[in-house]
């Protein structure tokens, strides 16, 4: 894979970075008056294509989703490698079969609950799990399948499902990205494996679990090495965060924990964690010729999507813009 492959993507792409949300259509949805007007603002953007298929504000799920599906396909057709756009479609395919999972354990149909986004088509997957024929996903997704159907089927517990699958995800999307041998696509899964680790660990010290279920649901192949998280597990959280500090995430963990002791809740290390990301993208959609900048743009859209989500949410439930605004992640542009 030639850095020099990548040319015509990274020109075509310069002209997709001037159509992302700016600072200001962002604050005028923030500071609109209700949830319709803020859906208003994005008929000025590349969402107006499919405006016409929201005909009331709270769906606008439809409307992201459309949007979501459209980039995907249009990223497909720019990138000279599509490996490259796989590790980021692979969590839809885990997602999906997730659903599908799931569904067939509690005999119900969860097919809203799909991503028309993903390596493989959801039309496969539904045919593959109705067939139960799994020949044709990749080996590691196979697995996943197999194993996470075991699991449920004998401790009978959802939960087995979602574990099982975001481990292999995450192997799937690690041995993609090494595969690559870029370092800024390896390293942003590594830091998404770090980040999940994290929270993990915040999340079963509160609810008291014991290190025997910590090592189940630990993902390997971050940067901070599992025995970290092991080791520390019987330490308080600020001993735990000293331990870090040769991983650069101690700043960003000590502000989101003063927000923990407050409420028990996530949010601020969940926004801290996505900006810490996007401050990683910026920096690679200045290299000229590779595939950064494509992988780059990728995580501003979904982070663009993302946001409009939380602005959607806060109006139409009537939450405060300044309640809104603490919440946004940083934006690419």
């Known amino acids: 894979m030639d850095r020099m492959d ?16 700016n600072k200001a259509k962002i604050e005028r949805m923030i500071d ?9 603002v994005l008929q000025e953007s590349e969402y107006s294509a499919f405006m016409s298929n929201v005909k009331h504000a709270e769906d606008y799920e ?8 459209r980039v995907y396909a249009l990223m497909y ?7 490259i756009i796989d590790i980021m479609s692979l969590k839809y395919d885990y997602h999906n079969l997730k659903v599908l999972l799931k569904g067939k354990a509690l005999n119900k149909e969860l ?12 039309e496969k997957l539904k045919l593959y799990m109705t067939t139960g024929e799994f020949k044709e996903l990749t080996p590691l997704m196979r697995e996943a ?4 159907e075991k699991a449920y089927h004998e401790e009978n517990d959802p939960q087995k499902i979602d574990i099982i699958l975001d481990l292999y995800m995450y192997k799937d999307m ?3 990205a090494i595969a690559t041998k870029y370092d800024f696509i390896v390293n942003y899964v590594k830091q998404n494996i770090d980040f999940i680790n994290i929270k993990t660990f915040i999340r079963l010290k509160k609810q008291e679990k014991n290190v025997k279920f910590l090592k189940e649901v630990l993902i390997e192949g971050g940067n901070i090495p599992q025995e970290v998280f092991i080791k520390s597990f019987d330490d308080s959280l600020d001993n735990f965060i000293n331990k870090l500090s040769p991983y650069n995430y101690s700043d960003m963990l000590r502000k989101s924990l003063e927000d923990f002791d407050k409420d028990g809740k996530l949010n601020i290390l969940e926004k801290l964690s996505e900006d810490y990301v996007m401050e990683k993208a910026k920096k690679a959609k200045y290299i000229t010729f590779g595939p950064e900048p494509l992988f780059a743009y990728m995580i501003a859209k979904e982070t663009e999507i993302k946001i409009i ?14 309640r809104i605004r603490e919440r946004l992640r940083d934006i690419y542009v």
């Not at 993507?9 to 001037?18: G, H, K, M, P, S």
């Not at 609109?32 to 208003?40: G, Y």
């Not at 057709?77 to 490996?83: A, G, I, L, T």
Request: proline residues 4%.
């Open 32 to 40: 609109s008056v209700s949830a319709e007007e803020a859906l208003k």
């Open 6 to 21: 990548f040319t015509q993507a990274v020109a075509r792409l310069r002209v997709l970075e001037t159509r992302l949300l």
């Open 111 to 122: 097919y809203y609950l799909l991503m028309p986004v993903g390596t493989e088509s959801v």
């Open 174 to 176: 690690l041995s993609r």
């Open 77 to 83: 057709e720019v990138s000279p490698h599509r490996q």
């Open 145 to 148: 399948l197999m194993k996470a």
């Open 309 to 322: 989500r939380i602005i959607m949410v806060g109006k139409v439930n009537k939450i405060s813009p300044e």
């Open 62 to 69: 439809i409307l992201l989703k459309e949007e979501l599906k």
